[in-house]
């Protein structure tokens, strides 16, 4: 193998440590430990310990407050601790976890007051890194990014008076392949593995985002290049300047475990004692969660009794729809639905008036399409209108930044002003609420893009671009039959409203984070108006009907938003026949009435006043100074996937993830198959997200937001520099008292679909089978076919509760009923 090959090999391989991390401005929950999902749980924890000294578990405390408030089943966790060879009194095993922390953070070494050569390493890093992976922030740009960051580092680092012999940066190769063969001279390839898994881990949040840059690639990408290799070349020139080593000590001792090598384990071979609480914890749930569900399954018989709904509505499956939903089901006769928010469109939408496009679907999902807003016409009028306000509105910002920035003009600005600014200022912080009423009074006075222009979506074979502009009429229909069959559709209403969702922050460097992860990060909006403008095509709901799929001529569907802080929904109903305005009417009064009581609900959760819901959250929203506007996905434990009547009464307290799914719709597994492998990834990543950033929020959460100083609009540091931080806010997972509000507990999937075929889609997917044998996730179905009994997923594709010797269950008919989830 030759030297080249091997680098690139050990890179590969080394970069699997860190997770990949999004920037700020479409910030993507996922696992901070991904890397290590082949391993065992407590493996993977082990490895984040020693690499980036990080918690993996939730503290004694913390599980001696879940134990007093009853959330820990006593006898469950008798059971575990029994099994696993602990002492089975709760007291006992308390006292031992407190211990071991106290003995570990008294042998820990203290803080260095020296600085290091290591510590120069990455504070002259990271300062270019900051200048060359800037989004559009900096006044005066990075010389030569377009030519990649090692060789604009090789242009411009020699004139760094920071490092040493600077002049020799200059003298570097050309290609950075070359610059680290020179740098691991005189280390064995069986160690370069572990020296670039110590160099990447030593700023996972800077090499996170340059493995998804990388690996995902945008503009920016496009314009700017960077590199694994280049990136690596340069910090090991800069270790060798500074005197730092190139290998870590482990290494240069020889006690270094090779990469991928089983770590953390009880001595005698079994899971931490913490994880043995964790397990019980999660049981505890989990067993009310199923318990609920299979109650619903055996009780609740599904049947047509000819009640036709006045609306449907499809909602995501984020854990803040669950709530949302209970309150519009209350309101009237409607259904309601979840699908994941993209609903199943992987797009890169263009804004009217938007210079790029963002990636709108799911990380682990492709775009395949580039829907553009595009005016249309007989609306010159209301185009011209919002032109006019935009540029208005945008030259003045532009001017108010160059007279803030220049510094001849600074001080005799703010000289003149002053008295403006401050009567603003004090108006934000004394009176949020009412700006925000006025600034959206305001925006109500000019007409938005949605109502002048038009969505590009029939394909476009002329256009340019790296994805095709539109879609093939054969691409339409099967993204609509795709929504109706994972639901197990055979019912339409009047009116169907696809909702997508969004939130509404003011100042919040972390605000992608509250909108809709499926949609990377962003609105949900512009998916949920392409569905509904497909459905509403003629000649797509013929196609449909040749498929089975009979869509009423007098259906009509729309497209919504669901804003997340205020739980007021909008409606996009521009489009709707005279027909059917009433309906419209009708329902946008009851989604106002569901709003409020989602509201107090949500309210009462960030402890605040839920007596004026309504006015309290719409402050929230608009007051630049709220740390905590919403709490996003916190609380999340649970996802169940099967029809709405089986939690339809359950308040599930806004924690459970909720997918619609027939399975009497879906004999082949196929819609099954697309949510396992599809929302159900998804979730997982949401749920380590938000465990790893509750367990230790300093090494994969991002602090405190009071200290957050946000860096070139890809993330934030703590303090004046450093490391990006890569994952949720101290704010978004704890409560003001410091304690934690969302309980750190692994997703438990509850599936309603006879087991045999829940089994047949995992042994097609290694993947799947690999989170679940390795505890990153738990998965129990409660099988119709079965007298509704639950399995529970062990390992290797077998259940607890299920013979290996067991019958097949006798074939049900493939016939769907009626839905009404």
């Known amino acids: 193998m030759s030297t080249e090959t091997a680098i690139h090999d050990s890179i590969e391989q080394a970069s699997t440590a860190v997770g990949r991390v999004w920037p700020l401005h479409s910030f993507v929950t996922a696992n901070p430990l991904a890397g290590f999902e082949d391993r065992p749980f407590h493996e993977a924890v082990a490895h984040g310990e020693r690499l980036f ?59 260095e007051s020296e600085t ?48 040493p012999d600077a002049a020799a940066v200059g003298d570097l190769p050309d290609d950075p392949i070359e610059t680290l063969a020179d740098r691991l001279d005189g280390h064995r390839r069986d160690e370069w593995v572990a020296i670039f898994e110590h160099h990447l881990t030593a700023l996972p949040g800077w090499s996170g985002l340059i493995r998804q840059r990388v690996e995902d690639g945008d503009s920016w990408q496009s314009a700017h290049p960077i590199t694994l290799p280049g990136y690596l070349a340069v910090r090991l020139t800069l270790a060798d300047a500074f005197g730092a080593p190139i290998a870590p000590a482990a290494v240069s001792d020889g006690t270094a475990d090779a990469p991928g090598t089983s770590a953390g384990a009880e001595a005698d071979g079994g899971v931490p004692l913490a994880e043995v609480w964790l397990n019980a914890w999660e049981a505890t749930y989990r ?3 199923v318990d609920a569900v299979a109650e619903e399954s055996a009780t609740r018989a599904r049947s047509d009794d000819g009640d036709r709904p006045d609306a449907q509505l499809v909602f995501c499956i984020d854990t803040r729809s669950e709530v949302i939903r209970r309150h519009v089901e209350a309101t009237g006769n409607y259904e309601t639905h979840g699908y994941a928010g993209f609903f199943g469109v992987p797009m890169r939408y263009q804004g009217y008036g938007s210079d790029v496009g963002a990636d709108a679907c799911p990380p682990i999902v492709d775009a395949a399409h580039r829907i553009e807003e595009r005016p249309t016409d007989g609306q010159d009028h209301r185009h011209a209108s919002h032109d006019r306000w935009t540029h208005a509105v945008e030259a003045g910002e532009a001017l108010l930044h160059s007279l803030k920035s220049n510094a001849a003009t600074a001080f005799s600005f703010v000289e003149t002003s002053g008295s403006g600014y401050g009567a603003a200022l004090a108006a934000r912080t004394l009176l949020p609420g009412g700006v925000r009423n006025l600034l959206n009074a305001v925006d109500e006075r000019v007409p938005n893009a949605r109502e002048f222009c038009r969505q590009t979506l029939e394909r476009d074979d002329d256009s340019h671009g790296d994805l095709p502009l539109g879609m093939a009429f054969e691409e339409r229909v099967e993204y609509a039959a795709t929504a109706f069959e994972l639901m197990g559709w055979d019912e339409f209403a009047r009116v169907v409203a696809f909702a997508g969702h969004a939130s509404e922050t003011s100042n919040n460097a ?56 205020t739980d007021e929904v909008s409606l996009y109903d521009d489009s709707v026949p005279a027909s059917h305005a009433d309906d419209v009417e009708q329902l946008r009064a009851d989604l106002a009435t569901a709003a409020e009581g989602a509201a107090a609900e949500r309210a009462e959760s960030l402890n605040a006043d839920s007596s004026n819901a309504g006015r309290e959250t719409a402050r929230r929203a608009g007051d630049w100074a ?40 879906d004999p082949d597994g196929d819609a099954l198959e697309g949510i396992l492998t599809g929302p159900m990834v998804v979730t997982q990543w949401i749920n380590t997200q938000y465990y790893f950033a509750t367990v230790d929020t300093a090494a994969y959460g991002s602090g405190s937001k009071v200290t957050h100083n946000p860096i070139g609009n890809v993330g934030v540091y703590q303090g004046n520099g450093g490391d990006l931080m890569r994952g949720l806010p101290l704010q978004s997972v ?58 529970h997923y062990e390992e290797e594709l077998s259940w607890t509760g299920l013979e290996a010797d067991a019958e097949p269950a006798s074939p049900q008919p493939a016939v769907a009923p009626p839905a009404d989830d």
């Open 53 to 111: 000294g990080g918690d993996g578990y939730p503290s004694a405390a913390v599980f001696r407050r879940a134990w007093e408030r009853g959330q820990i089943d006593p006898e469950i966790l008798r059971e575990e601790l029994e099994r696993n060879g602990h002492d089975a009194d709760p007291e006992t095993a308390l006292d031992r976890m407190s211990a071991e922390a106290a003995a570990d953070d008294s042998s820990a070494d203290p803080a």
């Open 116 to 163: 290091t050569p290591s510590d120069r390493v990455d504070s002259v890093l990271t300062k270019w890194l900051a200048s060359f992976l800037d989004q559009g922030r900096a006044e005066w740009p990075m010389a030569d990014r377009s030519e990649g960051f090692y060789r604009a580092f090789r242009s411009v680092g020699r004139h760094d008076r920071e490092i």
């Open 287 to 289: 067993e009310e969660l």
């Open 510 to 565: 972390f605000g992608s984070s509250l909108d809709c992860g499926a949609c990377a990060g962003n609105p949900g909006g512009p998916n949920a108006r392409v569905l509904a403008s497909i459905c509403n095509d003629d000649a797509v709901r013929t196609a449909l009907a040749a498929r089975g799929i009979e869509i009423p001529e007098d259906t009509v569907f729309v497209a919504a938003e669901h804003n997340t802080t």
């Open 626 to 665: 709220e740390t905590r506007p919403e709490w996003g996905l916190a609380g999340n434990a649970g996802f169940v996937i099967g029809p709405r009547d089986l939690t339809a009464d359950l308040d599930l307290n806004g924690r459970a993830f909720l997918h619609s799914y027939d399975w009497r719709a």
């Open 734 to 791: 704890t409560g003001t008292d410091g304690e934690p509000y969302h309980q750190p507990l692994r997703l438990s999937t509850v599936i309603h679909a006879p087991v045999d075929r829940v089994t047949d889609v995992l042994s097609e997917h290694p993947t799947l089978t690999t989170l679940l044998d390795n505890d990153w996730l738990s998965l129990t179905v409660v099988d119709p076919t079965r007298d509704h009994e639950a399995f």
